[in-house]
């Protein structure tokens, strides 16, 4: 499992330091179906999605929660300790 985190966090960073005319250049055609401008300008304006450094955010727990609350993947009122619902260890430890 670290080599897959290793390369996801790798993968995240490349993301976050190159442009998204940067990141285009070394896809597959396949990626940008035709369109590799409209492909650039929606990667450019998706990069902020993604995490830096593979970590959640404190944040990020209590908000999926109160996303799946209304759409009823979690039912009101049910005790959940969000702590033990990720982790950041190993994203931390990657190299």
Known sequence: MPRVINAY??????IQSDSADEIAAKMPPDYYAGNKSLYVTALQNQKAI???DGTMPTDGPPTV????QPIGAV???Q???LNTTYTNTFASAAK
Request: charged residues 25%; proline residues 5%; positive net charge.
């Open 50 to 52: 993604f995490s830096p």
């Open 75 to 77: 039912k009101a009122g």
């Open 9 to 14: 966090v790798k993968t995240l960073k490349w």
């Open 79 to 81: 005790n959940i300790d």
């Open 65 to 68: 929660l109160s996303i799946e």
